[in-house]
């Protein structure tokens, strides 16, 4: 199973950025996949996740600007960061919670990471 990142960079305050992520692999489930962040020195955090039910759940820092979503085949994962700040700049990590060929009771996945980066 790989969760593979793409659209992080820099960007001034105010801007936006799109992350997407997919997984690929010998899935029998996803049950959620979204998004974490992590300043160096801190704990990794939840920014946003999506269900497979479409339920969807956003950290109270980004809620009204960031938004999560899936592509139909839901193994792709976006999320679009709008009005950003500095307070944004992290390490953007994917996450999914799936069931697999490798791990039939369920387990977590992370992707490598990509870094958003927030200046004037």
């Known amino acids: 199973v790989q969760l593979v990142e793409s659209g992080g960079g820099s960007v001034q305050p105010g801007g936006s950025l799109r992350l997407s992520c997919t997984v690929s692999?010998?899935?029998?489930?996803?049950?959620?996949m979204g998004w974490y962040r992590q300043v160096s020195g801190k704990q990794r955090e939840l920014v946003a996740d999506?269900?497979?039910?479409?339920?969807?759940n956003y950290a109270d820092s980004v809620r009204g600007r960031f938004f999560i979503s899936t592509d139909n085949a839901k193994t792709t994962v976006y999320l679009q960061m709008n009005t950003l700040a500095p307070d944004d700049t992290a390490v953007y990590y994917c996450?999914?919670?799936?069931?697999?060929?490798?791990?039939?009771?369920?387990?977590?996945?992370w992707g490598k990471g990509t870094l958003v980066t927030v200046s004037s």
């Open positions: 996450h999914a919670y799936l069931y697999s060929a490798l791990s039939p009771g369920g387990m977590d996945y």
């Open positions: 692999g010998s899935i029998f489930r996803l049950n959620s």
């Open positions: 999506a269900t497979g039910d479409g339920s969807t």
